[in-house]
Structures are given as C-alpha cells and as structure tokens.
C-alpha cells in the first residue's frame, strides 16, 4: 500500500482519577488527568494523551491498558472503549484514526508520584492546549463520566476498597460538579442495593463514627462493551 | 509496513428500518435490517453488514453512508457510531479492525425495491448465521436503538415526517418488543414536548379521526458523536 494513501491506526486513553487539590487542604480532592509530554513532531513539547499505536496480535483494549502502564504505571479499575475519532485533519502528519479509551484508577495509585518530568497530572477542568485533538477528546470523555456516573455504579473506581457515604457523595458532587442533598443521596443509594454494610466504622474515637461500606461484588470492573 | 503485521481499518453499518410483515397483514409491521451477500473469500456466499475499507481523505461516517447508498440504495435518517470491533481473531485473512455505525431509515425508503440478488431484507431477530463477529455486532446495535428508544427521540427517523400517537407506540412497541400502554405513552409524550401538533388529522371519513404530528425541527437527526 502507497504510504500517502494508507491510515494509521492509534490507541489513546483518558484516565480520570481523584487527587488533591493543590492549593487546598488534604480535604479537597480534583478530578485529574494524567497526560504525556511528546517529544517528537508533530506536536513535539505539546502535552497529550497516553497512547501508541494498535499492535496487529493485541486486542484494542489490551494495548490501551498496556500503554496506560508502560507510559503513566497507572492500571485501571475500569476501562471502556469511547469513540473512534478519525476525522482526516486530526493529525499534520497523515491520516491516523485513534479508538480512544476511558479509564478510571483508584486514590491510592493516583497518589503515587510518577518519576517521569514527561507525565504529570492536570486538573480535568485546566487543561492547556493539547496535542491533535484531544482537547476534544477529554471534553467528550467528561461527559461521558458526568452521563454514566448518573445513571451506573462506576464511582467505585474512584474509591478504595471501603468508603463512608460521605466519600461516595463526595465523589458524585467533584464529578458532576454540583452540590447533593446529603440525605437524597443516602436514600437514592441505598435504595439502589449495590451497597454492602462492611459492618466496621471509620477508626477513631469519635461518638459516632460513619459506617464503612464496599460495593457489592457482582458489580462488574471492566467494561468491554459488546464483547 | 510487512503484510503480515499490518492492521485493516473497515466501516461497516447495521440499519435498522420498519418493513411490512412478510407473512402478515399490511398492519403488521417488523423490525428489518439489509445484508449483503459477500462475493469473495473469507466468507463467500454468507450474508454481512454493507460496509466496506476506510478510506484514507473520507471521515468515517462519511464512508459509512457513501457504502450503505452504494451497497443498498438506502440514504439513513439517522446515522451514529456503534463500537470499533478489533479482537485480533474476528477475520481469518488477518487483522481487520471494523469501525461500525448503525443506521435508521425511514419506511418509504425501506419500502423501494432493491434490485440486487445479492442485498437483502431480514428481520432482525430472525438473522442467519453471518460473516465474522455481524451477528454478535448485530445484537449489540439491538441493544444500543432499544437503549437508545427508552431515553432519547430517534423513535421519528423510522416514521414519515407525520405520523399519530398510535403509529409512535407501534415504533415503540416493534423495537422495545413489549406493548406499552396507550393511555400512559400519550401522557409520557405529552409530557416531553418533543412533538408538535400539525392541526391535521388522518384523511378519511371516520367520526373522530387521529391527529397528525411531526417532531420538533430542533431534534438533531444526525448524531455524529463528539465532533
């Protein structure tokens, strides 16, 4: 095949994760994005999503959460496939049609530093010009999340193993980015029956210390879509 | 790039449309989708999706509906991106990654003839067994235009552009493959104001005869996702 007629085929993942706020105390936690500074044309010293290009023996989601390891040493707790995004100007340099992932990782992994000057974390809402189009792509990443965090049981991927109600609303309202009535969530929650009693309590000596919950285990991590 | 380590990229469409019953009265109708008889190895003389390679200055969506008015005459009232199919195992003549997007058509133009032996309408739940991963893409498109129906107003691209509350649920009532409740459905369609009264009624001499409606121009009728 002539290589000015032919199209390449890229793999790239938005990774969402709950970190602390910069500026804040250790109470006030973000939505971020871990992103890669590239280091060649096009876009070189632009920062972009992780990704590489479709191995021809490798599942897309194989390569997707590979990448998402060898680039950021992040491995998701849930990774869906978003959209193919292949219009013919998205790249200078010829045709490459991306099929983008979005994963979620836990607190505790997103703590962790990364010892790499070319991978850093930026909160989702400040992001600076990327490379391509992955502006868009975040955009439309983010309204996936926001969509799918109202209407399906993926905010445990943002949580450790157990969690107070409290912290589970306090990932909704990052999210979704808006306040909740701390009793309507209690109630929506608990209607909605994907909740364990862990039976146990926050440690400490307080008079009466929040229940720990865990999600109920028949929740599934990994969403492949139709396969 | 060697042959042996090359990736494939195809866009292939799944189109759903209303098709009179074969076997019932005109009143009957059925949910039907267009196959193509493949020609050629791998699969020859199965029936496919209408699809065909990516081409390299064409966005996506765009090969999509060039190949679905090449292959079967069908221009979609609706066209959306479905899922990107790549399990390395889904062709037996090498890697090929499928971008797949799903179609509706409206019923007078799924009523035209097509004059080709090798382009066929099935029902949709009666499908033989198809080239590669169509039927398992086939169930997956079902789920997504029932998902879809419940939240969103596609229900209007397998309708004429007016159409009775009876002629909505009976779209409704095909696709979701459960009867709805007419009084209930009027109150829910009502209440969404999404369609506009045209001050017509049915043609004819009956006493109290059905009024028409369209939908409300602002519905979007093509959704490209993100872009």
Chains 1, 2 share one sequence.
């Not at 500026?23 to 010293?45: C, F, H, K, Q, W």
């Not at 703590?111 to 490379?131: G, K, M, S, Y």
């Not at 209690?186 to 229940?211: F, M, N, W, Y």
Request: charged letters at 25%.
């Amino acid at each position: 095949m002539d290589e000015s007629t032919s199209i390449d085929l890229a793999v790239s993942t938005v990774i969402f994760a709950l970190r602390p706020h910069e500026s804040g105390t250790s109470d006030n936690a973000e939505l971020a994005i871990p992103l890669v500074r590239r280091t060649r044309e096009p876009y070189a010293a632009r920062w972009s999503l992780p990704g590489g290009a479709a191995e021809p023996a490798e599942a897309l989601a194989d390569t997707a959460a590979r990448k998402l390891v060898e680039t950021t040493g992040l491995r998701p707790a849930y990774l869906e496939q978003l959209y193919a995004f292949g219009d013919p100007d998205r790249s200078p340099t010829g045709r490459v049609v991306s099929i983008v992932y979005w994963a979620l990782v836990r607190p505790d992994l997103a703590a962790t530093a990364i010892d790499d000057d070319n991978v850093r974390w930026f909160p989702a809402d400040e992001l600076p010009e990327l490379a391509f189009d992955h502006n868009l792509i975040v955009r439309y990443a983010l309204w996936r999340l926001r969509t799918k965090m109202e209407y399906s049981r993926i905010a445990h991927a943002l949580l450790g193993d157990t969690f107070t109600l409290a912290d589970l609303r306090r990932v909704h309202e990052i999210v979704l980015e808006r306040r909740l009535d701390p009793a309507n969530f209690r109630r929506q929650i608990e209607a909605s029956g994907v909740l364990v009693d862990t039976g146990l309590t926050v440690p400490g000596g307080r008079h009466r210390p929040p229940r720990l919950y865990r999600y109920d285990s028949s929740v599934q991590l990994a969403d492949n879509g139709p396969l």
